[in-house]
Each structure stands twice: as C-alpha cells, then as structure tokens.
C-alpha cells in the first residue's frame, strides 16, 4: 500500500467535515425494479387522472384542441411529474423512498433540476417507448446499476438507509499532550486529514516497512501546518494521531462556545 492511496477519494466517497469518507453502496438491481415498478403505477393512475382532467376540459373544444390537451397531458405526466418530484425531494421519487433509494449525482451531492429533466427526458425512451429494456440492460452492466438516463444526467441511485460504521477517532498519546495543548495547529486541507485518518485507521495492517515510509511521508507533509514541531525522538503515528486529537479537541470546544454564545443571545 502506497501513500497516494490514503490521499486519494474515490467517486463513490462523501467526505465529511471531519475528512471522513462515507461510501455510498449503489442500490440493487431488485430494489430499483421494485421501486421502478410502484413509480410505473402511480404514473399511469396520474395519467388517468390528469387525462380525465383534460378530457372534460376539451368535450366543448374542436379536435385541434383535444389533441393540444392529449399532448398536454403526457407532457405533464411522463416529463414535468418526474422532473418536479424529484427536483423537490433531492432524488427521491415515491418508488425510491418507499424502497429507501435516492439519486445523487456522480460527486454523491444532491440532484437539482437539470439532472432530474435530463432523467426525465431520457427516460421517456428507455423507459416509455421501450418498456424498459434499455434500462434494464443498462443497470444489469453497470457496476453502480446506471440506466441511461444516469449516465446521461451523471447520476446514479444509493441505499439510502444505511447505518454508517465509522472508525472511532484515534485517542490523544499522553506524552504528547502537554505539547498539543500549547501547539499552532493549522486545519489540514481535506485529502490530507483523510490521508492521515486512513493511515491511523488502518495501521494493524500495515507491515512495519510500509508503516515507516508512510507515516513518514504524511507527518513531513503534516509538519508544515504545526508549530513547533513535536519532541524529538516522536513517532510519526504518535504526531499525526495527536494533531488530528487536538483539532478534534479544539473543534469540539469551538463548538460548545458558540452554542453557549447563541443559547446566551436567544434566551429571554
């Protein structure tokens, strides 16, 4: 194991603001189907709805404008409720929350607008005038179960109930304590602070070469954002699990303040 590869974010993670990458399992095939199934039957009772709506409304109208609300109503059906449902729900239409899926976009961030319509509009084809085949196809070849619509809006639909096990955060060493607390301690940009945690993280099974070498490498890279250095003699596990221990220390602390400052300023 190289040092690039603690540094390095794959397209499937979500860094959070403690420089922890969160993986997003892409959803199953079966439990698309299941939800592409329930999104199917309630578009067709909203077709039967809104045609029903637009049918009265055209009984007293000649045929050009019967067939100006046929074209009105599959318009709205098959393009503006998906686009709008799921532009409103951040990704989740009824199908997807009932089987607790969402669609994000390739960076793991919420879709907007644009990634819904393109969805929507690629969807009519692969979906609507080929009864799914192409999606089907699709997924089944895709390793995150992309249909084309996904790889058109660059997006791709997760699991979204998954209980998240984290690492637990490595523990201050007492030796280096009384040096923390007195350190300048910069904020480590996030591909650093993500390097060092999967460093810390993973240093069982590391072999005592590669353990050397890389910790080496990140507190030198490290080294830059702290003054002083630490005692001589320090391990680079010891200094990295001890910078990222104090800024945890020091955020926390931040944080309690400004909760006190704000409770301070709202209280009656």
């Known amino acids: 194991m190289t040092a690039p590869e603690f540094a390095t974010l794959t397209a499937d993670d979500l860094v959070t603001g403690e420089a922890v990458a969160l993986d997003l399992p892409p ?19 909203v077709l039967a709805v809104v ?16 067939h100006i609300a046929l074209v009105g109503t599959l318009i709205t059906v098959f393009l503006v409720y998906p686009t709008a449902i799921e532009t409103l729900t951040r990704g989740r239409s009824v199908g997807k929350l009932a089987m607790g899926l969402r669609t994000v976009r390739d960076d793991a961030g919420p879709i907007g607008f644009h990634q819904a319509f393109v969805r929507a509009l690629i969807g009519l084809v692969e979906i609507w005038a080929f009864s799914g085949a192409p999606a089907l196809i699709s997924a089944m070849v895709s390793s995150r179960g992309k249909r084309l619509g ?9 699991r979204d109930r998954v209980r998240l096990q984290l690492a637990p955060p490595p523990a201050m060493p007492p030796p ?11 904020s ?21 070469v590669s353990r050397e070498r890389i910790g080496a490498d990140l507190a030198g ?4 954002y702290v003054a002083p250095a630490p005692p001589p003699g320090t391990p680079p596990e010891a200094f990295l699990a001890a910078v990222v221990a104090a800024r945890r220390e020091r955020d926390g602390a931040r944080l309690a303040r400004e909760a006190e400052l704000r409770r301070r300023l709202t209280r009656r």
């Not at 189907?33 to 999104?39: A, E, K, N, P, R």
């Not at 045609?51 to 019967?66: E, K, N, P, R, T």
């Not at 810390?200 to 005592?208: F, G």
């Open 150 to 158: 996904d790889y058109a809006a660059g997006t791709y639909v997760v």
């Open 221 to 224: 890279r490290v080294s830059s």
């Open 27 to 45: 959803a199953g095939l079966g439990a698309r189907m299941v939800s592409g199934l329930i999104d199917v039957c309630l578009t067709f009772l």
């Open 51 to 66: 045609l029903l709506v637009y049918m009265v409304a055209a009984l007293q109208a000649d045929g050009a404008i019967f």
């Open 176 to 186: 280096l304590a009384g040096w923390a607390r007195t350190a300048d301690l910069r």
């Open 188 to 208: 480590l940009p996030t591909g650093l602070a993500l390097a060092v945690r999967q460093y810390l993280s993973r240093l069982p099974q590391l072999d005592p």
